[in-house]
Nanobody, 117 residues
Framework: QVQLVESGGGLVQPGGSLRLSCAAS??????MNWYRQAPGKQRELVAT???????KYADSVKDRFAVSRDNAKNTVYLQMNNLKPEDTAVYYC?????????????WGQGTQVTVSS
């Protein structure tokens, strides 16, 4: 059974840091993505990492967030530094598997990040 489980969310003051984890089981994903969704807003892509370690970030988090993966543990991390109130959202990881006929997405359940003083 393919499963993604996020952890590491919580309440942090502006300027603080958090590290989110996304533990995958059941398969190895080609791409791993972090998304976030704030109340009343659409879900947005925050960061991507390929199986080879190539990363890409949204402009709003570039230079503050860093995505990494530990292939031995089949886990992806999102290190978030210098957090701002506008980073408050539910953060989701998504795994993508490519096959000969297309791709399949798997989502985690999400973890809440709240940035507030």
């Amino acid at each position: 059974q393919v499963q993604l489980v996020e952890s590491g969310g919580g309440l942090v003051q502006p300027g603080g840091s958090l590290r989110l984890s996304c533990a995958a089981s059941g398969t190895i994903f080609n791409y791993m993505n972090w998304y976030r969704q704030a109340p009343g807003k659409q879900r947005e892509l925050v960061a991507t990492i390929t199986s080879g370690g190539t990363t890409k970030y949204a402009d709003s988090v570039k230079d503050r967030f860093a995505v990494s993966r530990d292939n031995a543990k089949n886990t992806v991390y999102l290190q978030m530094n210098n957090l701002k109130p506008e980073d408050t959202a539910v953060y989701y990881c998504k795994g993508v598997i490519y096959s000969g006929v297309g791709s399949t997405d798997y989502w985690g359940q999400g973890t809440q990040v709240t940035v507030s003083s």
